[in-house]
């Protein structure tokens, strides 16, 4: 029936052996929770710090610059704290 392609996951069976967990007062959640949200407020940061010196009205796209930004800052904080903890 599948054409000799890897079938669908057995039941109970996990997709991954591993997911990038970090233990917060006692529970676990997904490593790119704080990743995130530190990613946010570098974003935020960036912005008071060119409003003070009058750049940020000079950025032509800043809902588009500051999102990327923080996506950006989100990804670094995430491969520099948690990418080999996972291996």
Not at 30 to 43: E, R, V
Not at 74 to 83: D, E, G, K, Q, R
């Amino acid at each position: 029936f599948w054409g000799g392609r890897p079938g669908p996951p057995a039941a109970g069976k996990p997709l991954m052996d591993k997911a990038p967990i970090v233990a917060f007062v006692g529970s676990y959640f997904p490593a790119w929770i704080p990743s995130i949200l530190l990613g946010i407020l570098c974003a935020l940061m960036a912005y008071r710090l060119l409003s003070r010196f009058a750049f940020a009205r000079e950025i032509p796209l800043p809902g588009l610059f500051y999102t990327l930004l923080s996506g950006l800052a989100s990804m670094s904080i995430w491969l520099f704290l948690f990418a080999h903890s996972g291996a």
